[in-house]
């Protein structure tokens, strides 16, 4: 488990997906969650998925990490075609979830928590030495701000707290780590490490899947975004060519045919040459969306009830 | 490893480098870490110590019998047993469960040894084996019962207090009494089984050297770790002073009938279950489902294996104590393991600092605890005052016990450590 070895430059060279899914769909009952899902997710990228609740966000989440399986389309790993149909299954593809409410033990300290089920033994007895050294090592790799690695998880900070609960996830060596909501519950400054951390791990190599409310982090660290829309792909962005509202603008729907994606591109392209982007974008989304193409926070989604209705 | 600042000396060891930590060495560091960690709700074993040194100087006063070497003999005489059974019941609470029933599991024990000694004539080897397997084979009840159906522990194992008492009573018969055969091994072993002395020395050097080259050694291996150890004067004097109390209890108890078998056994399983619980993956698996269920199951940790095999180490201690009491009275009856047995058991867990609230706790709580619990037992026998007032005042400090367990609790959760 050498942790420098997984430090590899970032792959830009080798353009096959790590994770693939092709036309993955799920039902619950009678609600068609996830209908033809495609998304891809290659090395070193972060990808972060955005939607309104009910996209279907955390069902793929689900479904990567083994929680339900999909019931129809594939997904396929590192080339190969698989089944997730437990957690433990994906855990040993490869693919480190890490949840909202993190799962961490409390009552134990950072290493015991970097370690727990996966402790390394010395004959019977846990090797503490070892397990220290080695969550050290890893902490400093990530660039961790925690000051004692045998405090108790309860005294750490909520951005400290999401830090022991990624690292954790990368102490199996995983090719994919799929971060459900990291900044939801923390702080400015906390936000801001957790981001520092999602780049290191995409320094390291692997493929991020970033589920966010939150904007200002998708803009700020990912390099593509895929919108999930009612259970569909509703748009597939690299983040340096999309502007905040058309992101908006695909969440809520206000783009949700081909006229208005052919109509983006073109706008996108103009943009290269002025800077009227942000202007044509509005007047896009206006005749449908008044009240998202309004100037709108940076942080914050919002989606007014007709918006939905006038889809 | 670039991101070590520039200003930190490279030769710092791993867990030291961060600037905010304040860094303590030596005897006076050792003190202080200690003295920080107790004003931040940390309290481990210091009330209880210091409720035994209050309870011991109590009774002194009022009774000079107290602190006798006979006296105390008969104290850890009769800590074992109810000790025994305790030891489970601090498993049962790391993981937040509880084990009403351990009083009539050890009553049953009691009673196949007794039938089985006297009226089936088996080989004492044998009736202690079945009792301990019966006792076995009731945890693993317990466990399917709790980790199949999610019935709380609290109901299965009230509802199994009630069955094992009764089928204690069925086993015992119409006479409700059996009297063990004095010569057989067990009860010798339990009435007059002594260390002698040059033995029990023994023992303390030992116990005094394991510390000692216990942490000599983990030193070691944090330093080829790259990891900041520990002072070795702070070992040396640790060691020092278990040698020095350890050699006055066996000198002071020596000048009676000397260090008890059974309290021996007791100590010693206390030991070797601190080692499973601080130091095997087995252990680290029971205070993270005590701490948080789901975060175990989700890292792997096979919860219901954990549940199950605490289940049955409980009712398993549970019925081995109850061997120890009835080889003690040499009797088997209908009030083995009923009374206060229970209860004593449960209590001694509480106050020797395991939490209730489960994820906290440790062995030796059950040691701590079982002394402070005959301690005020032995002391109130001593000053003539009947069991109305003994169950009194035993309940009154269990609900100290607990009440500081709450408070060191909110002070956790007040110096953000909860």
Same mark, same amino acid.
């Given at each position: 488990m050498t942790m420098e070895s997984a430090? @590899?430059?970032?792959?830009?060279?080798? =353009? %096959?997906?790590?994770l693939s899914l092709r036309g993955v769909s799920k039902g619950f009952g009678a609600v =068609?969650?996830?209908? #033809?899902i495609d998304l891809d997710i290659y090395p070193g990228e972060v990808v972060a998925i955005v939607g309104d609740n009910g996209a279907g966000k955390s069902t793929l989440v689900k479904i990567l990490a083994g929680v339900h399986p999909q019931d129809s389309g594939t997904i396929k790993f590192d080339g190969q075609i698989v089944n997730i149909p437990t957690p433990t299954a994906s855990r040993a593809l490869g693919i480190a979830t890490v949840f909202q *409410?993190?799962? $961490?033990? #409390? !009552? $134990?300290d950072v290493v015991s928590n970097l370690f727990l089920g996966r402790e390394i033994v010395h004959g019977v007895a846990l090797d503490e030495e070892e397990m220290e050294q080695r969550s050290w090592s890893l902490l400093r790799q990530l660039s961790a701000?925690?000051?004692?690695? =045998?405090? @108790?998880?309860? &005294? $750490? &900070?909520g951005g400290q707290r999401q830090t022991v609960a990624i690292a954790r996830s990368l102490i199996g060596e995983p090719s994919v780590v799929i971060l459900d909501e990291?900044?939801? @519950? $923390?702080g400015v400054a906390q936000t801001a490490e957790v981001l520092n951390l999602v780049e290191r791990l995409r320094e390291r190599g692997l493929g991020v899947l970033l589920i966010s409310h939150n904007m200002a982090d998708v803009q700020a660290v990912a390099d593509r975004v895929a919108v999930l829309r009612l259970g569909r792909n509703n748009g597939d962005f690299h983040v340096a060519d999309v502007s905040y509202e058309e992101i908006i603008s695909a969440i809520t729907g206000a783009t949700d045919n081909v006229v208005t994606r052919r109509a983006s591109a073109h706008a996108v392209d103009a943009a290269a040459d002025n800077a009227a982007t942000t202007a044509a974008a509005e007047a896009l989304a206006a005749p449908s969306a008044g009240a998202v193409s %309004?100037?709108?926070?940076? !942080? @914050?989604?919002?989606? *007014? *009830?007709e918006t939905e209705e006038t889809r | 490893m670039t991101t070590t600042p520039t200003e930190t000396p490279a030769e710092r060891a791993a867990d030291l480098q961060d600037e905010r930590l304040v860094r303590t060495e030596g005897v006076r560091g050792a003190v202080l870490a200690f003295r920080q960690r107790v004003r931040g709700g940390d309290l481990g074993s210091l009330p209880v110590v210091i409720g035994l040194i209050v309870i011991c100087a109590i009774f002194q006063i009022l009774?000079?019998? /107290? +602190?006798?070497a006979n006296n105390l003999v008969n104290l850890t005489l009769q800590c074992a047993a109810v000790g025994t059974i305790s030891i489970g019941i601090v498993l049962v609470l790391l993981l937040g469960q509880i084990d009403l029933s351990v009083g009539s599991v050890s009553g049953l024990a009691a009673a196949i040894l007794g039938v089985g000694l006297t009226?089936?004539?088996?080989p004492v080897a044998i009736a202690i084996i079945v009792a301990l397997v019966v006792g076995a084979a009731i945890g693993y009840l317990y466990g399917l019962l709790f980790t199949r159906f999610g019935v709380p522990s609290f109901v299965i194992t009230l509802a199994g207090l009630l069955a094992f008492l009764g089928l204690q009573l069925k086993i015992l018969g119409p006479t409700g009494s059996i009297n063990l055969p004095y010569d057989s091994w067990i009860v010798q072993f339990a009435t007059s089984a002594f260390l002698p002395p040059w033995a029990a020395y023994a023992l303390a050097f030992i116990a005094a050297a394991a510390l000692f080259f216990g942490d000599v050694r983990r030193a070691s291996r944090r330093r080829k770790a790259g990891l900041s150890t520990g002072a070795l004067s702070v070992t040396l004097i640790k060691a020092i002073l278990l040698l020095i109390v350890l050699v006055a209890a066996v000198a002071y108890l020596a000048t009676d009938r000397g260090l008890g078998a059974t309290f021996l056994l007791f100590v010693l399983l206390v030991i070797i279950m601190n080692f499973f619980l601080t130091r095997t993956r087995w252990g680290r698996s029971v205070f993270a489902v005590g701490g948080s269920v789901e975060a175990a199951r989700r890292a792997g940790i096979k919860v219901n294996r954990i549940y199950i095999t605490v289940f049955i180490l409980c009712s398993s201690f549970a019925a081995l104590g109850g061997l120890l009491a009835s080889a003690r009275l040499t009797s088997a009856s209908l009030s083995s393991g009923g009374g206060d047995t229970n209860l004593n058991a449960i209590a001694a867990a509480v106050i020797g600092g395991?939490? +209730? /609230?489960?994820?906290r706790g440790s062995a030796y709580s059950a040691l701590l605890g079982i002394l402070v619990i005959q301690s005020i037992s032995s002391g109130l026998t001593l000053l003539n005052l009947d069991s109305s007032i003994r169950y009194m005042i035993t309940g009154a400090v269990l609900l100290l016990a607990v009440i500081i367990d709450s408070l060191s609790r909110r002070s956790r959760a007040s110096h953000g450590q909860a």
């Open positions: 430090v @590899a430059e970032p792959t830009s060279a080798t =353009r %096959e997906p790590v =068609r969650a996830l209908t #033809d *409410d993190l799962a $961490l033990c #409390d !009552n $134990l701000k925690i000051p004692s690695v =045998r405090i @108790a998880v309860a &005294s $750490l &900070s990291p900044t939801a @519950a $923390l %309004e100037p709108l926070p940076n !942080n @914050a989604i919002g989606i *007014d *009830d | 009774n000079p019998n /107290f +602190l006798s009226q089936q004539n088996w395991t939490s +209730l /609230f489960g994820g």
